[in-house]
């Protein structure tokens, strides 16, 4: 509870601050409204469906009550209108009239589509043969780390349909520009607009499901509050996944990228991070990174402190050592001369807030708040097999340079984690 009290106490504070800078003018104000979505994520049950829909009258028109109403049925309440694919007759979908299927993409693996893609494909072909006078929006593009060609997700999803499933391709529209869901959104709205297409149902996994209707009734609502054109999103055909992506970060990646659906001004956006910042700072992996701390080891304490922690060490190759105790399995350390601890590393467990095993580039971005994230597309310099490394060099509260790492593997899942000291 008291913890709760600090919460609304930073939130007024920083409403209040962003109010008197905003006074005067008519952009709509969702601050509040994104902070009162934070809250329910970082406070379970703390937050009602009545806090969140005042939270959005206060912040003013459709697109802020849409969002309210559709956190609190998608997300408070679980319940995701969804359709699935081999297991459900893709008829009963209400798709009647002008309607399209949008066919959202997933990054590429070297350029070309993975199985994940090419099922939504497969369910994007059921649908059409279901719904010959729809039309499909394949969307997403170029994406993956080694895709010198610049292959869209779109354009091979179109090549796919077209050559292989049999759909015609005048009924294949495509949207190559999306690079992550909030771009889906925004982009295919338009699409929507343009054509005159006033319903939509969605073609994702089913994991991916909840995030997607989120962003893209946000941005129906936002698209007939700007222009007066109505869109109804009205669910999902979905391949099942058998994946469970752990509720938090989901919607700490919903949260995040209504910000750009939205289109907060850059103020309203800060003042979402920073309360995001400290909503959700208990346990918070990459705070602690900054610090020079990872796995509940901390660059240039001694080998021997690490061994009273985690007891012996044996080489894990290279120049880094490894404890013995299975319960410290995935963290190893590399001494310096002196016998200091210069490098952390571990792998990623399932879950490590904020990062989780697999969690893509993208992801990865959107929980760090990276500024400058510094990728390279190298093997050579990588370990055990990751295939690409992203580094961010920071200091220490105390001055201390360091470098943090993060490498993922052929797949462009996370799979490792990193902190070092960056002194000469």
Not at 22 to 29: N, V, Y
Not at 64 to 74: G, I
Not at 247 to 274: G, H, S, Y
Not at 372 to 386: L, M, N
Request: aromatic letters at 6%.
């Amino acid at each position: 509870m008291k913890r709760g009290f600090a919460l609304l106490a930073a939130l007024a504070l920083l409403l209040c601050a962003a109010g008197a800078e905003e006074s005067g003018t008519e952009e709509r104000d969702y601050a509040r409204l994104l902070c009162g979505l934070i809250r329910t994520v970082a406070e379970p049950g703390e937050m009602s469906a009545g806090l969140l829909r005042e939270d959005a009258a206060r912040s003013g028109g459709p697109a802020a009550l849409a969002v309210a109403r559709d956190w609190e049925t998608l997300w408070l309440e679980d319940d995701v209108p969804m359709t699935v694919y081999r297991e459900d007759d893709p008829a009963g979908l209400p798709a009647a009239g002008r309607h399209a299927f949008v066919v959202l993409g997933f990054e590429l693996a070297r350029g070309e589509m993975d199985g994940e893609l090419i099922t939504r494909c497969n369910a994007a072909a059921a649908a059409a043969r279901a719904f010959p006078d729809a039309v499909l929006i394949c969307s997403g593009g170029a994406t993956g780390y080694d895709n010198p060609e610049g292959h869209t997700e779109a354009g091979l999803m179109k090549r796919y349909l077209s050559g292989y499933c049999g759909i015609d391709p005048e009924r294949i529209l495509t949207e190559e520009l999306a690079l992550n869901t909030a771009d889906n959104a925004r982009n295919c709205l338009a699409i929507l607009r343009e054509r005159g297409i006033g319903s939509a149902t969605l073609v994702t996994s089913s994991d991916h499901l909840k995030r997607s209707l989120t962003l893209f009734r946000a941005a129906a609502a936002r698209t007939e509050e700007t222009t007066g054109f109505a869109v109804t999103v009205d669910g999902g055909f979905c391949p099942d996944t058998m994946r469970e992506v752990p509720a938090r970060d989901d919607a700490v990646i919903t949260i995040f990228q209504l910000c750009d659906v939205l289109e907060l001004p850059q103020e309203q956006r800060d003042l979402v991070l920073t309360f995001m910042g400290e909503a959700l700072a208990e346990d918070d992996a990459w705070a602690l990174m900054q610090e020079g701390r990872l796995g509940g080891l901390r660059v240039g304490m001694t080998a021997a402190e690490a061994e009273a922690l985690f007891g012996p060490c044996h080489s894990a190759g290279g120049a880094y050592l490894a404890f013995d105790d299975p319960a410290a399995d995935g963290l190893c350390f590399r001494p310096d001369d002196d016998g200091g601890i210069a490098e952390i590393r571990m792998a990623v467990p399932e879950r490590l807030p904020p990062f989780g095993a697999g969690m893509s580039r993208e992801e990865a971005v959107i929980f760090c708040d990276w500024p400058d994230a510094a990728g390279t597309a190298e093997a050579e310099a990588a370990v055990d097999g990751t295939a690409y490394r992203m580094e961010y060099r920071v200091e220490t509260p105390d001055g201390e340079p360091l470098v943090l790492r993060l490498d993922f593997d052929g797949d462009g899942g996370l799979v490792s984690l990193a902190v070092g000291s960056a002194a000469p």
